[in-house]
């Protein structure tokens, strides 16, 4: 078995999680719309589930919507809100920084004719207050900032922001995928109005997300049918899903301050061992206000396709935001927005850990990366200037 | 297919790349391509022994299939006549890896291109008996910047007369001489993050304060000219034109630095 050092791509489901599901495929298979028994105690778990996640965030039970993910809950937040709410304005702003959903559903929005400002953010990838307000306009009326990078595990001003936009009287969404389980949420602390969830990112099944909606805001439904979720989401509520997100939050309450304090410790002696073995190495993101999970570095002269596939080869999964990994052959947006050059955020590295890393995998980074970093520098044209450099 | 989904034969020549390496001497010439905004970078190094490739190293800074393209084509072209090399064409680089995602073609085609480039050098060193490259001559008046006065002292100065006061914010410095460059040197006392703009290929400085940069962490951006601020209120971002491959692209700065 390798070192999987990619939690941030994708989790896997917490055999607990599993367990409590599985009732729920062939014994309890009811539809909460039906009226007989069966139907009833789908319903009571339904709302048990709901009460539980709600708990989570410190969010009443009815402001939980169930979806088919993070992805569905961030297009409601956005399409849904700015539809329904366009007769007071049709101007949103976003941060340089989001999740790549966030940025599409943007696109999208300008082409049906909302206007988009996104918010630059410092060397670090954090936003400032002082500038979302310079960039509200009357039209205003949805602000949309994650609540941490899904890349370089920067950790914003949540609670700032909130104050900011409740005091001017707009709609503020956050998609807090990244950073469930390793931050304590809560919806009312921050004055959030929208939250996205995954199930999956608290090691959940993948196929279940949330949104919650604050009391008394007005959203527009996106799928349309039965009238489900109080007729914001329709279609058969996916019970066995939205048991094990509720099992994984109930596991995740009882054990996030010991997790988040383990993984903090991986990643704060990789962040240190790799920075002083390898030569001109950085790390990208906040020194502090980061993620416990997340160490984002980058190496001079050298490309992160490259990394990972020597990595591969040494059975250690970790993601990069280099173009050459990418679709579309561009640069993670995010680390651009952190004021790098193409050819600096090239040379990225992501390893994010999770429930199931040992320090044995901490190490094994340790051990590996150094060599391959030399490696792929005496292959490169860049690395000789440098070289003499120091 | 993904872009790491390669050939048995693209994951060879990944780990145990042939002919890595430089050139120097007589009969020697090389070529350079690169793609500033996908960042990769390609240097082939020939050496030419009647009419043909005797030698052939490379260096390349890219992905996995940039390192496997430009290792396949010294194989291919070694020994080979100057006119037959020039007829390996990007798919020729494909077909002999046994494939390439389609996405990563562009990579071969960066070797091929190296290769022709450094053949094209050869023979224009043969005819014109100057060492090559040539360094472009970049002096003159600096032209007004857009935004330049829409954002003075609003994150565009002229002057630097307390460093400190940048701390900890993303300087960039406008290649105006060696006064620029020392102000360059000074922010870095204050701040890890200083970007040098210069349309020139390489800085003429003298040797004391050229080492000093050198050893500095100040970035060097050679051959780009600032075409405009941007921001709202104040400076967020930079349009920079890359002179050497006529690209344009954002830099997201706090400050910038244009000495009078």
Redesign the interface.
């Known amino acids: 078995m390798g070192s999987y050092l990619d939690y941030q791509s994708s989790k896997p489901v917490d055999p607990r999680v599993i367990e409590a599901m599985m009732p729920y495929f062939r014994e309890r298979f009811g539809n909460p719309s039906s009226l007989h028994g069966e139907g009833d105690e789908a319903t009571k778990v339904l709302e048990e589930c709901r009460q539980t996640i709600a708990g989570f965030i410190n969010a009443e039970a009815e402001e939980i919507i169930f979806t088919s993910g993070a992805t569905e809950a961030n297009n409601v937040a956005l399409i849904g809100y700015a539809s329904r709410n366009k007769d007071k304005g049709d101007h949103i702003i976003i941060s340089?920084v989001e999740h790549i959903s966030i940025h599409n559903i943007a696109k999208y929005l300008e082409k049906n004719g909302f206007k988009v400002?996104r918010l630059?953010?410092?060397?670090y990838g954090k936003i400032q207050v002082q500038?979302l307000a310079?960039?509200i306009t009357p039209q205003t009326i949805l602000i949309s900032i994650g609540y941490a990078s899904n890349e370089i595990g920067t950790i914003q001003p949540m609670a700032e922001v909130g104050a900011f936009a409740r005091e001017k009287g707009i709609a503020f969404h956050s998609d807090a995928v990244a950073a469930e389980g390793l931050v304590p949420l809560d919806v009312k602390r921050d004055l959030i109005d929208l939250l996205t969830l995954s199930s999956n990112d608290i090691y959940g099944p993948k196929g279940i997300g949330v949104l919650y909606v604050r009391k008394g805001m007005r959203v527009n439904p996106l799928i349309i049918g039965g009238g489900q979720e109080r007729g914001l989401r329709s279609g058969t509520e996916n019970i066995a899903g939205i048991v094990g997100m509720s099992k994984a939050v109930e596991i995740m309450r009882t054990e996030m301050t010991a997790e988040v304090k383990r993984l903090a410790g991986y990643r704060d002696k990789l962040i240190k061992n790799i920075l002083a073995r390898i030569p001109k190495s950085h790390l990208n993101g906040h020194p502090t206000d980061r993620l416990a999970n997340n160490a984002h570095l980058r190496f001079e002269?050298?490309?992160?396709?490259?990394l990972?596939?020597a990595l591969?080869?040494e059975g250690v999964s970790a993601a990069t935001g280099?173009?050459?990994?990418?679709?579309t052959?561009?640069?993670s947006h995010t680390l651009?927005?952190?004021?790098l050059?193409?050819?600096?955020?090239?040379g990225s590295l992501e390893f994010t850990f999770g429930r199931f890393n040992t320090e044995a995998d901490v190490d094994r980074v340790i051990e590996v990366l150094p060599p391959i970093v030399e490696r792929l520098r005496?292959?490169?044209?860049?690395y000789?200037a440098e070289e003499?450099?120091? | 297919m993904k872009s790491t989904q390669y050939s048995e034969k693209v994951l060879d020549h990944f780990r145990n790349p042939r002919n890595v390496g430089t050139l120097e001497g007589a009969n020697v010439a090389w070529g350079e391509v690169g793609n500033p905004v996908c960042g990769d970078l390609m240097k082939m190094y020939i050496k030419i022994e009647d009419d043909k490739i005797a030698d052939i190293k490379f260096q390349t800074f890219g992905c996995g299939s940039a390192i496997a393209t430009s290792s396949m084509i010294t194989e291919m072209v070694k020994g080979k006549t100057l006119d037959e090399a020039l007829k390996v064409t990007r798919q020729d680089v494909a077909d002999a890896l046994e494939g390439l995602p389609p996405i990563k073609m562009h990579c071969s085609n960066l070797a091929a291109d190296a290769l022709h480039e450094a053949i094209k050098n050869y023979r224009e060193q043969k005819k014109a008996k100057v060492p090559l490259p040539v360094v472009r001559a970049t002096k003159g008046p600096a032209k007004e910047i857009i935004g330049e006065k829409e954002f003075l002292k609003k994150g565009v100065y002229y002057t630097v007369d307390d460093p400190s006061l940048f701390k900890d914010k993303r300087v960039m410095v406008l290649d105006r001489g060696n006064k620029s460059l020392e102000t360059a040197l000074a922010l870095t006392k204050h701040t890890g993050r200083v970007i040098f703009v210069t349309p020139s290929k390489a800085i003429s400085a003298e040797a004391e304060l050229a080492t000093r940069l050198r050893q500095s962490d100040v970035k060097i951006i050679y051959e780009s000219d600032p075409l405009e601020i941007r921001g709202s209120e104040e400076v967020e971002k930079v349009l920079i034109h890359d002179l050497n491959e006529d690209e344009e692209y954002e830099l997201f700065v706090d400050a910038v630095i244009i000495l009078k």
């Open positions: 340089e400002s630059p953010v410092d060397q500038k310079s960039r002269a050298i490309e992160g396709e490259s990972i596939l591969r080869d280099s173009a050459c990994s990418s679709k052959l561009e640069p651009i927005s952190t004021g050059l193409h050819e600096e955020a090239h005496k292959l490169s044209p860049l000789k003499t450099a120091t």
